[in-house]
């Protein structure tokens, strides 16, 4: 049986379900090492709606992630992750692959994509994060020295969406 990556748009009350799962399995405060004021769920629901698309990741009808992307200019968007504590936690770079694959071939009708990129910035000692943007098809393609003060380096990683032969 092949079970099935999805994503859904994460609205209202669904977000502040999301935060407490963050906070559950650490992952708020790796996610967002410099957002303070989002420590509250309301405030974290308000930002989410106000400055970002939010996606809940599910996989063999399990939640298991939340992805989040903003920062549109162009074709191009910010694309950041977060993993919950799930029995879907060894299958995440997999499951990141299809996602970054889903995401990048959106299309907002039958012809136009909404993105020909999505990239992130990965801190430079998060190897975690590094390894699942690794898996999950996306390409460093830069660093950023001293993004978040002296030594805190972030790492630029991509996706471009490739055009398939006619």
């Known amino acids: 049986m092949r079970y099935e ?5 994460a609205w209202g009350d669904e977000l502040y379900s999301v935060h407490e799962k963050l906070i559950q399995a650490d992952q708020f405060s790796v996610c967002f090492p410099h957002e303070h004021e989002m420590q509250d769920s309301k405030e974290f629901a308000k930002i989410m709606l106000s400055y970002n ?9 399990i939640d298991c992630g939340f992805i989040w992307i903003n920062r549109w200019e162009h074709r191009t968007a910010r694309l950041n992750f977060a993993v919950f504590q799930t029995p879907c936690l060894l299958r995440f770079p997999m499951i990141m692959s299809e996602c970054a694959e889903i995401l990048i071939n959106l299309k907002s009708d039958d012809t136009n994509y909404l993105y020909d990129c999505l990239f992130g910035l990965i801190e430079s000692d998060n190897y975690n994060a590094i390894r699942a943007a690794e898996h999950a098809g996306l390409t460093k393609t ?6 978040y003060g002296e030594d805190l380096h972030v790492l630029i990683y991509s996706k471009t969406r490739k055009e398939k032969a006619a």
């Open 5 to 9: 990556t999805k994503l859904r748009t």
């Open 53 to 61: 698309h939010a996606y809940i990741v599910s996989y063999d009808n």
């Open 142 to 147: 830069g660093m950023i020295p001293n993004y």
